[in-house]
């Protein structure tokens, strides 16, 4: 069993990053199998956990550093989520132990294939372009997918 858990929310009057290592250990020493940071709320603006437009190797992995200061703190693995969209960045990352797994979300509704395409030797970034279109489907649909892949679908029907 593992917990995602917010480094910081990112939010005035909310809980920071030592709340979230308070927690950390606490959820260490009762044998929780890893823990997953995030940051940020729906209401934390720029810093919300699902941040858009990540088109430099610099906008990624945002939440690292709070993941890192977690994985000091604890002996359970630590994984980090947000923002990872290279191979390179990604293999950086566990290579230095500064995580011990990442998890990604939005590449995988753009490329469900993404880390076989990884694995098969092209690495080349992610294509998702980090918009959050993805949510606008599972609100009005019921549904999750990626629109603009949905859009590339039908222009290439339209130039059949
Ligand atoms: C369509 C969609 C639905 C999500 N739903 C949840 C959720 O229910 N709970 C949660 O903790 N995070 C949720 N997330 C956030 C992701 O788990 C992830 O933390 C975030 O998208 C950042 O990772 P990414 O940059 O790889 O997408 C959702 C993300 C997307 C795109």
Avoid: H
């Avoid at 990604?90 to 993404?114: C, K, Q």
């Avoid at 609100?139 to 892949?149: A, R, S």
């Amino acid at each position: 069993m593992l917990v995602k858990l917010n480094g910081d929310d990112n939010l005035a009057g909310g809980l920071t990053l030592e709340d979230a290592l308070f927690a950390a250990r606490a959820l260490d020493q009762e044998g929780i199998d890893a823990i997953e940071v995030s940051g940020g709320t729906p209401a934390s603006g720029d810093l919300a956990p699902v941040r858009q437009g990540i088109s430099t190797r610099e906008q990624e992995a945002y939440n690292l550093p709070m993941a890192y200061r977690i994985k000091e703190a604890v002996s359970c693995p630590v994984m980090v989520v947000g923002g990872l969209r290279s191979f390179e960045v990604i293999e950086g990352i566990v290579r230095r132990g500064e995580a011990d797994y990442i998890s990604m979300s939005r590449p995988f509704i753009r490329e469900p294939e993404l880390v076989r395409r990884w694995e098969k030797g092209d690495e080349a970034r992610a294509t998702c372009i980090s918009c959050n279109g993805c949510f606008k489907p599972g609100l009005k649909e019921g549904q999750i997918y990626c629109v603009v892949n949905k859009i590339e679908r039908e222009n290439k029907g339209m130039s059949l």
